[in-house]
Nanobody, 119 residues
Framework: QVQLVESGGGLVQPGGSLKLSCVASGITFSVYDMNWYRQAPGKERELVAGISSVGGRTDYADSVKGRFTISRDNAKNTVYLQMNSLKPEDTAVYFC????????????WGQGTQVTVSS
């Protein structure tokens, strides 16, 4: 049974930081590209950041470049999202996504973790 379990969300003031974690089980983590998506109320889900299975190549949405950092620890089956200089518009549910790099039709989602940026 495949599980992706996110943690680390919460309430933070503008300008603050949070670090999200996503622990995967039931998959060979190292062969999956890993992504973080977010969905704000009334908006479509959007890709925030991704990290490849091989080489650890990273990509970011323009809105988070320079503020967010994605990383992975294959030994711990975990992907992270370090979020700095948070803004109210970063408020959303953040989802972890695993995509089998050689077969993208095989993909899995976590249940999401709420991030709220507010004073």
């Amino acid at each position: 049974q495949v599980q992706l379990v996110e943690s680390g969300g919460g309430l933070v003031q503008p300008g603050g930081s949070l670090k999200l974690s996503c622990v995967a089980s039931g998959i060979t983590f190292s062969v999956y590209d890993m992504n973080w998506y977010r969905q704000a109320p009334g908006k479509e889900r959007e890709l925030v950041a991704g990290i490849s299975s091989v080489g650890g190549r990273t990509d970011y949405a323009d809105s988070v470049k320079g503020r967010f950092t994605i990383s992975r620890d294959n030994a711990k089956n975990t992907v992270y999202l370090q979020m700095n200089s948070l803004k109210p518009e970063d408020t959303a549910v953040y989802f972890c996504n695993a995509v089998l790099s050689l077969r993208p039709s095989v993909n899995y989602w976590g249940q999401g973790t709420q991030v709220t940026v507010s004073s």
